[in-house]
T-cell receptor
Framework: TQLLEQSPQFLSIQEGENLTVYCNSS?????LQWYRQEPGEGPVLLVT?????EVKKLKRLTFQFGDARKDSSLHITAAQPGDTGLYLC???????????FGQGTTLQVKP | DTEVTQTPKHLVMGMTNKKSLKCEQH?????MYWYKQKAKKPPELMFV???????INESVPSRFSPECPNSSLLNLHLHALQPEDSALYLC?????????????FGQGTRLTVV
């Protein structure tokens, strides 16, 4: 059973397009984290969302936490080739230190 | 400083070898983690240490043996591995094990078992 369902799993778009990645669960999370990972490297933390309904912006990236704290989304405006990578949502559903990940979204932005 | 340092970056070992992966952080974090990641898959949790004590073992085979010598260091001792154990091994740390704490990852060790 996948506690965090990410969609889509693969996305290939042209530079300048917008996109949204979804992270959904039937469990409530005290927070959700979004990471970006490049091949052969470790995940890099982008943002943590904590409050239900919260919206956080990081340049062209907008993160939202659902009101019920069961889902989150990542929206990228005017994607650039440098945005290419694996995007992962993560959370600890049982508050026991078990940080688990969604399946990931592989994003390719073509010039 | 949010840096977690892992060494070595790459490791090739035979199935009869004994090797160790090392992880270090100086953020004062009291929780440290080992994850295993196969190609095109998300990281999978292996072990969690909290205040230098093993808190979580996700039913990992005994050929993987973790060790936390002090609050800044985390090792993963490897012995008699199989080719299917080849993967990217990631270390992470967080302030503690609370559910809303942020985890910071190292660059990983790319392990190849031959």
């Amino acid at each position: 059973t996948q506690l965090l369902e990410q969609s889509p799993q693969f996305l290939s778009i042209q530079e300048g397009e917008n996109l949204t990645v979804y992270c959904n669960s039937s469990s409530v999370f005290s927070s959700l984290q979004w990471y970006r990972q490049e091949p052969g490297e470790g995940p890099v933390l982008l943002v943590t969302v904590v409050t239900g309904g919260e919206v956080k912006k990081l340049k062209r990236l907008t993160f939202q936490f659902g009101d019920a704290r069961k889902d989150s989304s990542l929206h990228i405006t005017a994607a650039q080739p440098g945005d290419t990578g694996l995007y992962l949502c993560a959370g600890d559903p049982s508050n026991t230190g078990k940080l688990i990940f969604g399946q990931g979204t592989t994003l390719q932005v073509k010039p | 400083d949010t840096e977690v340092t892992q060494t070595p970056k790459h490791l090739v070992m035979g199935m009869t070898n004994k090797k160790s992966l090392k992880c270090e952080q100086h953020m004062g974090h009291r929780a440290m983690y080992w994850y295993k990641q196969k190609a095109k898959k998300p990281p999978e949790l292996m072990f969690v240490y909290s205040y230098e004590k093993l808190s979580i073992n996700e039913s990992v085979p005994s050929r993987f043996s973790p060790e936390c010598p002090n609050s800044s260091l985390l090792n993963l001792h490897l012995h008699a591995l199989q080719p299917e154990d080849s993967a990217l091994y990631l270390c992470a740390s967080s302030q503690d094990m609370r559910g809303d704490t942020e985890a910071f990852f190292g660059q990983g060790t790319r392990l190849t078992v031959v």
